[in-house]
């Protein structure tokens, strides 16, 4: 029997928790895909809202609320770029978790829905350093005791966040080549 074939009917009433989890994952990707963007525009455009909004890099703090209105939309439009990576990937979870819900787990959209969000997971590593380096010439631009201050950090949390990446792209790949697989062999019958 193909992955294409398997349908919810055939799990039976597992089948019918899957479906109601992949509804609601499917739902609260769509939510943070409108959510996220407006989240970040609230902290770097209006720090007041968020009491003592501060951005932390590697040796320094810096507080919105005292940084300048370029500097802040110069460090928004740093953030949105990675939104804007993340957002992507997370349309493809969609896709998945939207396959899912259908029964169609192993179908071909659900699969590249998985891998465009595991590509993502592994590229936003990197991204995330280079924005926290932008970052920190940005803010520290006119900030007293710390002027033009240029911080590139790699520790534990980006150490965790790339094999974390690493993984879900070797789960993608093997979803892949479980589907090719299976479509092989249907083709023998």
Known sequence: MSAQAINIHQVGSSGTSITRISKFLAFATTVG???????????????????????GLEFSEFELTNTSLAARS????????????????????????????????????S???FRRFAWVSLAMVLVSI?????????????????ENQLTIGFGSGEITKLFTA????????????GRA????????I
């Open 166 to 177: 690493l993984l879900f792209v070797f789960v993608a790949h093997i979803f892949l080549a």
């Open 33 to 55: 895909v409108v959510v996220l963007p407006l989240i970040i525009i609230a902290i770097w455009m209006f720090p007041n809202l968020v009491t003592g909004q501060t951005i």
């Open 111 to 113: 699969i590249q829905g």
């Open 181 to 188: 697989a299976d479509e092989e062999n249907a083709s023998f």
């Open 130 to 146: 280079v924005q926290a380096s932008a970052w920190s010439v940005i803010l520290s631009m006119g900030t007293p005791g710390v």
């Open 74 to 109: 110069a460090g928004l439009a740093v953030a949105l770029v990675g939104v804007a990576i993340q957002v992507y990937g997370l349309l493809g979870l969609r896709r998945t978790f939207q396959e899912s819900a259908q029964g169609r787990w192993f179908s071909l959209r």
